[in-house]
Protein backbone atom coordinates (compact mmCIF):
# COMPACT_ATOMS: atom_id res chain seq x y z
CA UNK A 1 0.00 0.00 0.00
CA UNK A 2 1.02 3.43 -0.75
CA UNK A 3 -0.04 6.91 -0.35
CA UNK A 4 -1.34 8.72 2.25
CA UNK A 5 -4.41 10.81 2.62
CA UNK A 6 -2.83 14.22 3.49
CA UNK A 7 -2.50 17.60 1.72
CA UNK A 8 0.67 18.54 0.64
CA UNK A 9 4.06 17.32 -0.18
CA UNK A 10 4.40 14.59 1.02
CA UNK A 11 7.85 12.68 2.03
CA UNK A 12 8.81 9.76 -0.43
CA UNK A 13 8.11 7.01 2.30
CA UNK A 14 5.31 7.55 4.93
CA UNK A 15 3.91 5.15 6.87
CA UNK A 16 1.34 4.36 9.83
CA UNK A 17 3.97 5.25 13.03
CA UNK A 18 3.12 2.60 15.63
CA UNK A 19 5.04 3.06 18.77
CA UNK A 20 3.98 -0.01 20.40
CA UNK A 21 4.13 0.73 24.37
CA UNK A 22 7.21 0.14 26.01
CA UNK A 23 8.55 3.00 23.87
CA UNK A 24 6.02 5.51 24.91
CA UNK A 25 6.94 4.60 28.71
CA UNK A 26 9.99 2.96 29.75
CA UNK A 27 12.19 3.51 26.46
CA UNK A 28 10.75 7.06 25.75
CA UNK A 29 14.28 7.73 24.15
CA UNK A 30 13.84 5.11 21.46
CA UNK A 31 10.48 7.33 20.03
CA UNK A 32 12.08 10.65 20.25
CA UNK A 33 15.21 9.21 18.72
CA UNK A 34 13.09 7.24 15.71
CA UNK A 35 10.86 10.51 14.57
CA UNK A 36 13.79 12.40 14.61
CA UNK A 37 16.18 10.29 12.20
CA UNK A 38 13.14 9.87 10.12
CA UNK A 39 12.92 13.47 10.07
CA UNK A 40 16.24 13.60 8.91
CA UNK A 41 16.03 11.04 6.05
CA UNK A 42 12.51 12.13 4.87
CA UNK A 43 10.41 9.45 6.08
CA UNK A 44 6.83 10.47 7.23
CA UNK A 45 5.05 8.93 9.85
CA UNK A 46 1.64 9.40 11.53
CA UNK A 47 1.37 8.29 14.89
CA UNK A 48 -1.47 5.68 15.24
CA UNK A 49 -2.65 7.35 18.07
CA UNK A 50 -5.64 5.33 18.76
CA UNK A 51 -3.85 2.02 18.48
CA UNK A 52 -4.20 -0.22 20.95
CA UNK A 53 -1.36 -2.79 22.67
CA UNK A 54 -0.45 -5.85 20.19
CA UNK A 55 -0.80 -8.18 23.24
CA UNK A 56 2.92 -8.92 23.12
CA UNK A 57 2.10 -12.48 22.11
CA UNK A 58 0.42 -13.32 25.41
CA UNK A 59 -3.19 -12.30 24.55
CA UNK A 60 -2.58 -14.55 21.97
CA UNK A 61 -1.24 -17.50 24.23
CA UNK A 62 -5.11 -17.12 26.10
CA UNK A 63 -7.65 -15.90 23.75
CA UNK A 64 -6.48 -16.26 20.16
CA UNK A 65 -9.93 -14.82 18.99
CA UNK A 66 -9.21 -12.00 20.92
CA UNK A 67 -5.78 -11.03 20.16
CA UNK A 68 -6.28 -10.89 16.06
CA UNK A 69 -9.62 -9.14 16.67
CA UNK A 70 -7.05 -6.47 18.93
CA UNK A 71 -4.58 -6.43 16.20
CA UNK A 72 -7.36 -5.67 13.16
CA UNK A 73 -8.09 -2.70 14.76
CA UNK A 74 -4.27 -1.54 14.51
CA UNK A 75 -4.66 -2.73 10.92
CA UNK A 76 -8.10 -1.39 10.06
CA UNK A 77 -7.40 1.93 11.26
CA UNK A 78 -3.58 1.71 8.91
CA UNK A 79 -5.78 0.69 6.35
CA UNK A 80 -8.05 3.62 6.93
CA UNK A 81 -5.18 6.14 6.29
CA UNK A 82 -3.98 4.31 3.39
CA UNK A 83 -0.64 3.80 5.08
CA UNK A 84 1.63 0.40 5.46
CA UNK A 85 2.72 0.29 9.10
CA UNK A 86 5.87 1.03 10.46
CA UNK A 87 7.04 -0.38 14.20
CA UNK A 88 9.82 0.40 16.14
CA UNK A 89 9.68 -3.09 18.49
CA UNK A 90 10.48 -6.73 17.05
CA UNK A 91 7.59 -7.93 19.22
CA UNK A 92 4.91 -5.68 17.85
CA UNK A 93 6.56 -6.85 14.46
CA UNK A 94 6.15 -9.73 14.98
CA UNK A 95 2.41 -9.76 16.33
CA UNK A 96 0.89 -7.75 13.91
CA UNK A 97 2.78 -9.43 10.74
CA UNK A 98 1.30 -12.88 12.31
CA UNK A 99 -2.91 -11.80 12.63
CA UNK A 100 -2.32 -10.10 9.31
CA UNK A 101 -1.53 -13.28 7.78
CA UNK A 102 -3.51 -15.46 9.46
CA UNK A 103 -6.54 -12.81 8.54
CA UNK A 104 -5.44 -12.77 4.66
CA UNK A 105 -5.07 -16.59 4.65
CA UNK A 106 -8.29 -17.38 6.24
CA UNK A 107 -11.93 -15.56 5.57
CA UNK A 108 -13.37 -17.08 8.33
CA UNK A 109 -11.22 -15.34 10.65
CA UNK A 110 -11.17 -12.34 8.77
CA UNK A 111 -15.06 -12.35 8.69
CA UNK A 112 -14.75 -13.54 12.76
CA UNK A 113 -12.52 -10.20 13.49
CA UNK A 114 -14.83 -7.82 10.93
CA UNK A 115 -17.94 -8.61 13.55
CA UNK A 116 -16.09 -7.42 16.38
CA UNK A 117 -14.42 -4.44 14.85
CA UNK A 118 -18.28 -3.47 13.84
CA UNK A 119 -18.52 -1.42 17.21
CA UNK A 120 -15.82 0.76 16.60
CA UNK A 121 -16.76 1.13 12.81
CA UNK A 122 -14.02 -0.21 11.50
CA UNK A 123 -13.45 -3.05 8.74
CA UNK A 124 -10.33 -4.37 7.50
CA UNK A 125 -9.97 -5.76 4.34
CA UNK A 126 -6.56 -7.16 4.32
CA UNK A 127 -4.34 -4.22 1.93
CA UNK A 128 -2.03 -3.07 4.79
CA UNK A 129 1.65 -4.27 5.04
CA UNK A 130 3.86 -4.15 8.11
CA UNK A 131 7.34 -3.45 8.62
CA UNK A 132 9.93 -2.54 11.01
CA UNK A 133 12.11 0.45 11.08
CA UNK A 134 14.93 -1.61 10.31
CA UNK A 135 13.76 -2.82 7.29
CA UNK A 136 12.80 0.27 5.84
CA UNK A 137 16.24 1.51 6.14
CA UNK A 138 17.76 -1.63 4.77
CA UNK A 139 15.39 -2.22 2.11
CA UNK A 140 13.07 1.02 1.07
CA UNK A 141 15.73 3.64 2.13
CA UNK A 142 18.58 1.16 1.04
CA UNK A 143 21.91 2.06 2.63
CA UNK A 144 23.53 3.93 -0.57
CA UNK A 145 21.05 6.76 0.53
CA UNK A 146 21.94 6.19 4.32
CA UNK A 147 25.22 6.32 3.83
CA UNK A 148 24.87 9.63 1.48
CA UNK A 149 22.79 11.23 4.34
CA UNK A 150 25.25 10.40 6.84
CA UNK A 151 26.92 14.04 8.21
CA UNK A 152 28.99 12.38 11.16
CA UNK A 153 30.44 9.05 10.78
CA UNK A 154 31.60 6.71 13.00
CA UNK A 155 34.32 5.74 11.65
CA UNK A 156 36.12 2.92 13.75
CA UNK A 157 33.51 2.60 16.09
CA UNK A 158 33.40 -1.37 16.72
CA UNK A 159 29.44 -2.33 16.96
CA UNK A 160 28.08 -5.18 17.90
CA UNK A 161 24.32 -6.31 16.05
CA UNK A 162 21.72 -7.48 18.13
CA UNK A 163 18.77 -9.03 16.41
CA UNK A 164 16.79 -10.88 18.97
CA UNK A 165 14.47 -13.28 18.31
CA UNK A 166 11.30 -11.96 16.54
CA UNK A 167 12.38 -9.45 13.93
CA UNK A 168 14.06 -13.03 12.36
CA UNK A 169 11.65 -15.78 13.43
CA UNK A 170 9.39 -17.28 12.36
CA UNK A 171 11.10 -16.99 8.98
CA UNK A 172 7.97 -17.46 7.31
CA UNK A 173 6.01 -14.37 8.17
CA UNK A 174 9.20 -12.27 8.39
CA UNK A 175 11.67 -13.42 5.95
CA UNK A 176 13.42 -10.58 5.56
CA UNK A 177 16.96 -12.02 6.93
CA UNK A 178 18.64 -15.13 6.63
CA UNK A 179 17.35 -16.02 10.06
CA UNK A 180 20.90 -17.91 10.81
CA UNK A 181 22.85 -15.80 9.46
CA UNK A 182 21.30 -11.82 8.81
CA UNK A 183 22.73 -8.88 7.36
CA UNK A 184 20.70 -5.99 7.88
CA UNK A 185 21.73 -4.82 10.61
CA UNK A 186 25.40 -4.93 9.83
CA UNK A 187 24.70 -3.34 6.40
CA UNK A 188 23.30 -0.05 8.28
CA UNK A 189 25.90 -0.47 10.71
CA UNK A 190 28.58 0.15 7.60
CA UNK A 191 26.45 2.71 6.01
CA UNK A 192 26.94 4.69 9.20
CA UNK A 193 30.91 4.36 8.87
CA UNK A 194 30.95 2.46 12.00
CA UNK A 195 32.59 -1.05 11.77
CA UNK A 196 29.92 -4.33 12.09
CA UNK A 197 31.54 -6.93 14.72
CA UNK A 198 31.38 -10.47 14.28
CA UNK A 199 30.77 -12.81 17.26
CA UNK A 200 28.36 -15.58 18.84
CA UNK A 201 25.32 -15.04 19.96
CA UNK A 202 23.67 -11.98 17.54
CA UNK A 203 21.06 -13.92 16.27
CA UNK A 204 19.89 -15.90 19.93
CA UNK A 205 17.44 -14.69 22.65
CA UNK A 206 18.03 -12.00 25.04
CA UNK A 207 16.46 -13.92 27.56
CA UNK A 208 13.20 -11.25 28.11
CA UNK A 209 10.57 -13.48 27.57
CA UNK A 210 11.58 -14.89 30.78
CA UNK A 211 12.73 -12.19 32.95
CA UNK A 212 10.24 -12.50 35.37
CA UNK A 213 9.67 -15.93 35.65
CA UNK A 214 13.28 -17.57 35.21
CA UNK A 215 15.52 -14.77 36.04
CA UNK A 216 18.88 -16.47 36.44
CA UNK A 217 17.99 -18.35 33.29
CA UNK A 218 17.45 -14.86 31.65
CA UNK A 219 19.84 -13.25 32.70
CA UNK A 220 22.58 -15.62 32.20
CA UNK A 221 21.15 -15.47 28.50
CA UNK A 222 21.91 -11.53 28.19
CA UNK A 223 25.01 -11.65 29.92
CA UNK A 224 26.63 -14.30 27.77
CA UNK A 225 25.49 -11.88 24.67
CA UNK A 226 27.45 -9.06 26.19
CA UNK A 227 30.40 -11.02 27.59
CA UNK A 228 30.76 -12.58 23.71
CA UNK A 229 30.13 -9.00 22.13
CA UNK A 230 32.53 -7.67 24.41
CA UNK A 231 35.32 -10.47 23.98
CA UNK A 232 35.03 -10.14 19.97
CA UNK A 233 35.87 -6.51 20.48
CA UNK A 234 33.30 -4.56 20.47
CA UNK A 235 32.55 -1.17 22.05
CA UNK A 236 28.81 -1.12 22.16
CA UNK A 237 25.98 -3.33 20.98
CA UNK A 238 23.06 -1.98 18.42
CA UNK A 239 19.56 -3.62 18.84
CA UNK A 240 16.10 -3.09 16.92
CA UNK A 241 14.29 -4.03 19.32
CA UNK A 242 13.39 -1.80 22.78
CA UNK A 243 12.90 -4.93 24.70
CA UNK A 244 16.13 -6.65 23.72
CA UNK A 245 17.78 -3.12 25.13
CA UNK A 246 16.36 -3.03 28.23
CA UNK A 247 17.22 -6.84 28.72
CA UNK A 248 21.10 -6.02 27.78
CA UNK A 249 21.02 -2.52 29.42
CA UNK A 250 19.03 -2.81 32.21
CA UNK A 251 19.78 -6.56 33.30
CA UNK A 252 23.57 -6.12 32.29
CA UNK A 253 24.84 -5.80 36.17
CA UNK A 254 22.86 -8.32 37.33
CA UNK A 255 23.47 -10.50 34.35
CA UNK A 256 27.31 -10.37 35.47
CA UNK A 257 26.95 -10.65 39.13
CA UNK A 258 25.12 -14.07 38.44
CA UNK A 259 27.67 -15.21 36.46
CA UNK A 260 30.61 -14.57 38.46
CA UNK A 261 32.06 -12.04 35.98
CA UNK A 262 33.44 -8.91 36.18
CA UNK A 263 30.98 -6.25 34.98
CA UNK A 264 31.72 -5.38 31.25
CA UNK A 265 29.81 -2.10 31.05
CA UNK A 266 29.08 -2.05 27.19
CA UNK A 267 26.75 0.28 26.23
CA UNK A 268 23.49 -1.00 24.45
CA UNK A 269 22.43 1.65 21.63
CA UNK A 270 18.79 1.37 20.13
CA UNK A 271 18.82 1.49 15.63
CA UNK A 272 17.66 4.99 15.50
CA UNK A 273 20.11 6.22 18.29
CA UNK A 274 23.00 4.61 15.94
CA UNK A 275 21.89 6.04 12.92
CA UNK A 276 20.97 9.59 14.26
CA UNK A 277 24.41 9.93 15.75
CA UNK A 278 25.83 9.25 11.83
CA UNK A 279 23.05 11.83 10.94
CA UNK A 280 24.34 14.36 13.21
CA UNK A 281 22.10 14.47 15.90
CA UNK A 282 23.04 15.37 19.04
CA UNK A 283 23.38 13.04 22.20
CA UNK A 284 21.02 14.69 24.23
CA UNK A 285 18.53 15.05 21.07
CA UNK A 286 18.17 11.41 21.01
CA UNK A 287 18.21 11.21 24.76
CA UNK A 288 21.24 9.15 25.55
CA UNK A 289 21.35 10.06 29.05
CA UNK A 290 18.75 8.03 29.89
CA UNK A 291 20.71 4.58 29.29
CA UNK A 292 21.64 2.39 32.63
CA UNK A 293 24.83 1.27 30.78
CA UNK A 294 26.40 4.94 30.37
CA UNK A 295 26.99 6.01 26.65
CA UNK A 296 29.94 8.01 27.67
CA UNK A 297 32.97 6.03 26.50
CA UNK A 298 30.99 5.52 22.71
CA UNK A 299 30.15 9.48 22.61
CA UNK A 300 33.81 10.06 23.86
CA UNK A 301 35.37 8.26 20.92
CA UNK A 302 33.28 10.18 18.77
CA UNK A 303 34.51 13.54 20.72
CA UNK A 304 31.05 14.06 21.58
CA UNK A 305 30.24 14.50 25.34
CA UNK A 306 26.68 14.56 27.12
CA UNK A 307 26.05 18.21 27.57
Not at 32 to 37: D, E, F, G, S
Not at 161 to 186: H, K, M, T, W
Request: net charge neutral.
Amino acid sequence: MTGSNGSGPQPRLTYAYYTGCVPKQSSRELDVATRLVCERLGIGLHEMTAAPCCGAGDVDESRPVLNRAVNAVTLAQAERAGLDILTICNVCTLNLRAVNATLRRDGDELARANRALEAGGYRYGGSVEVTHLLWVLYRELGAESLAAAVRRPLRGLRTAAFYGCQVLRPDDLNGIDDPDDPRSLETIVAACGATPVAYEGRTSCCGWPIIVAREETATNASGAIVAAARAAGAELIVTPCPLCHISLDGYQALAARRRGEPEPRLPILHLSQLVGLALGLSPRELRLQRHVVSTRAVLARLGLALT
